[in-house]
């Protein structure tokens, strides 16, 4: 039978005492909804959701990378029609295609 899920919610899981019966350490898990992976650290009381934290750094290092690429890109030019209200900071991103 093949589930069609429109936002599929992935989760990985780690725990507290270094072993579960339910779950396996380190499988990545799919999910119709956020509010089964809950359930599922509600009745293991000893899961940790791992899959939050690794989007949060994610997403961290994407934004950091796109500033250091953007700052590799820019040249004084740029920055001078900036300062002089020519181009405004989006369109100067899309000017240099980031």
């Not at 039978?1 to 779950?23: D, K, L």
């Not at 994610?58 to 590799?72: D, E, L």
């Not at 920055?79 to 989006?90: A, D, K, P, S, V």
Request: hydrophobic share 40%; with cysteine.
């Amino acid at each position: 039978m093949i589930h069609n899920i429109q936002n599929p919610y992935i989760a990985v899981f780690e725990s507290r005492n270094g072993y579960n019966n339910s779950v396996r350490l380190g499988r990545i898990y799919t999910f119709s909804c956020r509010g089964s992976v809950a359930y599922m650290c509600y009745v293991n009381t000893d899961l940790i959701e791992l899959s939050f934290w690794i989007r949060h750094f994610i997403r961290i290092a994407r934004n950091k990378i796109r500033i250091r690429i953007a700052a590799r890109k820019i040249t004084p030019n740029d920055l001078f029609e900036r300062e002089l209200g020519l181009i405004n900071m989006n369109g100067l991103l899309k000017r240099r295609g980031l």
